[in-house]
């Protein structure tokens, strides 16, 4: 089992930048890839950024070059930095983690980009 925890979620006026870390703990040994989700009302929820074992990385289009993905095994965390933060980004934020033979979710943090 692993358990996730996850913050740095808030309210940010437009142009302006969050932080999310997401740490895991338990079975962390068996951890894969690590990601983010996000899911704004009344939408599915989508990919935002995901990062291999091996640092190799992977984002959707709507925040390339804005929000950077990375992670430190020794710590067992995920963040993800978010940069010229757009309205549109405002979601839920979700942290998964893929192991084998299951993945975990965390509880989500609330992203809020509003004047």
């Known amino acids: 089992q692993v358990q996730l925890a996850e913050s740095g979620g808030g309210l940010v006026q437009p142009g302006g930048s969050l932080r999310l870390s997401c740490a895991a703990s338990?079975?962390?040994?068996?951890?894969?890839?690590m990601g983010w989700y996000r899911q704004a009302p009344g939408k599915l929820r989508e990919l935002v950024a995901t990062i291999t074992g091996d640092s190799s990385t992977n984002y959707a289009d709507s925040v390339k070059g804005r929000f950077t993905i990375s992670r430190d095994n020794a710590k067992n965390t995920v963040y993800l930095q978010m940069n010229s933060l757009k309205p549109e980004d405002t979601a839920v934020y979700y942290c998964k983690v893929q192991t084998s033979p299951r993945n975990y979710w965390g509880q989500g943090t609330q992203v809020t980009v509003s004047q």
């Open positions: 338990g079975s962390t040994f068996s951890i894969n890839a």
